[in-house]
DNA sequence: ACAGTCGTCTACCAATTGGTAGAGAGATGT
DNA sequence: ACATCTCTCTACCAATTGGTAGACGACTGT
């Protein structure tokens, strides 16, 4: 078996109460008693809080851009079933882990440094993203529009839907199996009925 | 001038903080600094941190359900001119206080048991719009779905975009008059699209 | 054999947290 | 005139916060 280090297993607990939680409502002793160690043990490994909040983004934008980067390259030339190829993408982690986008929704909680340094690092996979968008409804196999708003309200919808249990328990909605295909079939319809021409 | 009440002024100094920066982040002694008031006599309010988060709540949802309501009763008859008059509706309070939709995602973070009475408390709302998104499909006039998954996706792209400056920001949106104007008719074409039948 | 360095620990610390106890000022009813 | 009620205050408090200082054992390379 594979022994992850103390500071992969901080990162990943962090991950998750973070994104669960939110950054501030979660405290290093909280974290290092999750992960079996002091909080002296955490301080180590990042020498501050701040320092922690940066690794756990710089962590999660890498799996974030892997895994949908890899969706994009794998997916059929047609835009909507690329869109479909992300959503699958996108679904699975943000289900098996709702930390992971639940983090990026603390975004805006974030100090602007730290703000500014993540938009740096999605930056290249977002403008790949518009550049395509836009090419798709030059050829007309997307529906005309601002790119970068489509984009923006795709974005939304997806993390939107994925990271608010909440607002689907209000609509009766139930996270068995069944109720998740549905979902995600329902989204992707969605979906495909915003984006086509 | 209307003199309001130390209460009501603390209940909204509350829901700006609570909804910007979340429940955990903010301290009694800020709301109350803030306010202009010692701790003490938020204490005298609201006896707990929790009451006062119960009372934030209510506010809010009261004040968002007659907004809602109100723009959906004015509306006209085509159930896709009426989506546009809650777009247009949510979208100047979510301008002008971007923490009363901020505060809907606090929702998540909630106790069970003040989620559940939220919940509760816009369920005749949100079973209304359900209901008469289900009789439009049956009409012919909306995207056959499930209503209530249709809904809910509705919702979180709205709330998504309205709530996200730091997405919109990434995607190199500007926050001027101009920039708003766009960001609301694209919207209003991408939601159009995704319910149209 | 030994000096260093690596990782974790115990022992603190000042500041901040939500909350209690109760004093005092002003208005109000009798 | 006096008792009561309403509201805000000062004075505390125990628990928790992020963070510092430094001891201690287990490995290293020489």
Redesign the pocket.
Known sequence: MTER???ERILDVALDLFGTRGV?A?????I?REV??????V???F??????VDGVLEAAAAELVVVIDAAVRAAPDDPLDRVDAVVRAVFRPAVRRPALLGLVREVNRLRPDQAARLRARVAPLVERGIGHLSSEMDAGRLRRGDPALIAALGYATLTGIATEPELLRAVGWAADRAGLRRLRDELRSYLRAALAP
Chains 1, 2 share one sequence.
Do not use: F, I, P
């Not at 979660?26 to 909280?30: P, Q």
């Not at 020498?47 to 922690?52: N, P």
């Open positions: 280090s103390t500071r501030d979660v405290s290093l002793d909280e290092a079996g160690v002091r909080k002296q043990t301080l180590y490994w020498a501050s809080k701040d320092e922690l």
